[in-house]
């Protein structure tokens, strides 16, 4: 048994390896790139400043900073958490009756046409210059992903399941409880962790249409002073806050589906210890 878990260990970091490191290794690339083109190019900073440049700007700004980061992270959260809630139950009501689903789905598809920025101007007139427009705007570009996938998770759901449960006489809401929801979680949470990229991206387009605080506020200021190097810390944070909210999500989804992991990484064992077949020999042929 020790011996299988460090095999494990060693297996999980190496294939960490292999995930994580070309990635990374092209990121300092880049960044090494970037920085040698404007020292070299003697590029002005208000042009294009370098990373060392974004970096000190950005710690220099910190407590400017603060406050617009708190607003900014406020309007995600509530916008996501919106969009979460109003996602899963609209997946359920679709997967529950095909009618909704013929009708509500196509609609799904169509919305995603219009521009959410056209829309966020909209809401501002409507709501005022209030934290509402913004939690709406994210709610908006999370929800159809969130809705999508959780939908296609629950019509994915095992027919040799439901028919065995069907068969010993369980009702809809039980064939629901026991098989339909607990296949859909994967769907579900990777809808979640799509969304979870976009939201802090929509609250910065709320922000830009009408705000007094916010990481899109701080990044318009910016521009207008010609602080680029501010405009990219301001970038920096946000990259950083998405990433953030997306590894809270995958953490989440470890937490509350053990089995799923556990049973795919039993699987990739099983395989890497399996024996090579063996080629057939031609006298065994013969």
């Given at each position: 048994m020790a011996g299988t878990a460090k095999a494990q260990s060693k297996l999980d970091l190496k294939r960490m390896g292999t995930t994580y490191g070309p990635p990374a290794a092209l990121l300092l690339l880049f960044f090494a790139v970037w920085q040698s083109a404007t020292w070299l190019g003697r590029i002005e900073?208000?042009?294009?400043?370098?990373?060392?440049?974004?970096?000190?700007?950005?710690?220099?700004?910190?407590?400017?900073?603060?406050?617009?980061?708190?607003?900014?992270?406020?309007?995600?959260?509530l916008g996501f958490g919106l969009a979460v809630a109003a996602g899963v139950a609209l997946a359920v009501l679709i997967d529950l009756s095909s009618l909704l689903r013929r009708a509500v789905y196509p609609l799904l598809v169509v919305s995603q046409t219009v521009p959410i920025m056209t829309l966020a101007p909209l809401l501002v007139i409507w709501l005022g210059y209030t934290i509402w427009p913004k939690i709406i705007v994210v709610g908006l570009m999370c929800f159809f992903p969130i809705v999508v996938t959780t939908?296609?998770?629950?019509?994915?759901?095992?027919?040799?399941?439901?028919?065995?449960?069907?068969?010993?006489?369980?009702?809809?809401?039980?064939?629901?409880?026991?098989?339909?929801?607990?296949?859909?979680?994967?769907?579900?949470?990777?809808?979640?962790?799509?969304?979870?990229?976009?939201?802090?991206?929509?609250?910065?387009?709320?922000?830009?249409?009408?705000?007094?605080?916010?990481?899109g506020v701080f990044m318009l200021r910016a521009a207008n002073s010609f602080r680029t190097d501010w405009v990219f810390s301001a970038i920096a944070v946000t990259s950083l806050l998405s990433i953030l909210l997306f590894l809270a999500v995958s953490?989440?989804?470890?937490?509350?589906?053990?089995?799923?992991?556990?049973?795919?990484?039993?699987?990739?064992?099983?395989?890497?210890?399996?024996p090579p077949a063996k080629a057939a020999s031609p006298k065994e042929g013969k």
């Open positions: 900073a208000y042009l294009l400043p370098s990373p060392v440049d974004v970096v000190r700007a950005g710690w220099e700004a910190r407590s400017l900073l603060s406050g617009h980061v708190q607003q900014t992270l406020r309007e995600t959260l939908a296609d998770g629950l019509q994915a759901a095992d027919p040799d399941q439901l028919a065995l449960l069907q068969s010993m006489g369980a009702s809809r809401w039980q064939m629901f409880r026991l098989v339909r929801a607990p296949g859909a979680l994967p769907a579900l949470f990777s809808g979640v962790r799509i969304a979870a990229t976009y939201s802090v991206v929509g609250a910065i387009i709320g922000e830009w249409v009408g705000a007094s605080r916010g990481l953490a989440a989804e470890r937490l509350a589906l053990p089995w799923y992991y556990t049973s795919a990484r039993a699987e990739r064992w099983e395989e890497l210890e399996a």
